[in-house]
T-cell receptor, first 116, second 112 residues
């Protein structure tokens, strides 16, 4: 069966410090991978998605970036954190699409980031 | 472009009574629709999904949802609420391979 891991679970960082959040998926190959942010009391906002190694699409301009160095690894980074980067970050995966089929996304446990 | 409206930001029910969470969507295509549940400080768990098969979809934990194209609705129901159902619920629409649109969420509280 497939599992998705995120770490760290919780992170407190000062403004201006760098960020690296990691997401890994087990039990599947060539998944689509996604990063979402959930601000307090709000829905989920798609930040990045990736359909393959080295292929990153950005949905929202911001000071965050994403990388996919390996097939089942997805990293969210920042060089300098802002207060507004605080939130709950969720990674998700789905089976790679074929023939235009819709996909179901499966979510990781999330990382709570607090920027002070 | 697709969008989702969850009509209730908060629903409060007594344990053992029915739960109804309302969702309306708009989509340019024949959509896939999902309901996810999120317990505090946890990730999202898939409850059920509709992908153009039967219009009444049964999910986990006794939940079900009915797709009504004429009303562009996908309401979630459960006949008897349990204390463990207290959580936030998201209605989600997908009409492309990679992107989901989330509703703002409905918080469910269950009274003993």
């Amino acid at each position: 069966s497939q599992t998705i891991h995120q770490w760290p679970a919780t992170l407190v960082q000062p403004v201006g410090s760098p960020l690296s959040l990691e997401c890994t998926v087990e039990g599947t190959s060539n998944p689509n991978l996604y990063w979402y942010r959930q601000a307090a009391g709000r829905g989920l906002q798609l930040l990045f998605y990736s359909v393959g190694i080295g292929q990153i699409s950005s949905e929202v301009p911001q000071n965050l970036s994403a990388s996919r160095p390996q097939d089942r690894q997805f990293i969210l980074s920042s060089k300098k954190l802002l207060l507004s980067d605080s939130g709950f970050y969720l990674c998700a995966w789905s089976v790679g699409a074929s023939g235009g089929l819709q996909e179901t996304q499966y979510f990781g446990p999330g990382t709570r980031l607090l920027v002070l | 472009a697709q969008s989702v409206t969850q009509l209730d930001s908060h629903v409060s029910v007594s344990e053992g009574t029915p739960v109804l969470l309302r969702c309306n969507y708009s989509s340019s295509y024949s959509p896939s629709l999902f309901w996810y549940v999120q317990h505090p400080n946890k990730g999202l768990q898939l409850l059920l999904k509709y992908t153009s098969a039967a219009t009444l979809v049964k999910g986990i934990n006794g939940f079900e949802a009915e797709f009504k194209k004429s009303e562009t609705s996908f309401h979630l129901t459960k006949p008897s609420a349990h204390m463990s159902d207290a959580a936030e619920y998201f209605c989600v629409v997908s009409d492309s391979d990679y992107k989901l649109s989330f509703g703002a969420g409905t918080t469910v509280t269950v009274r003993a």
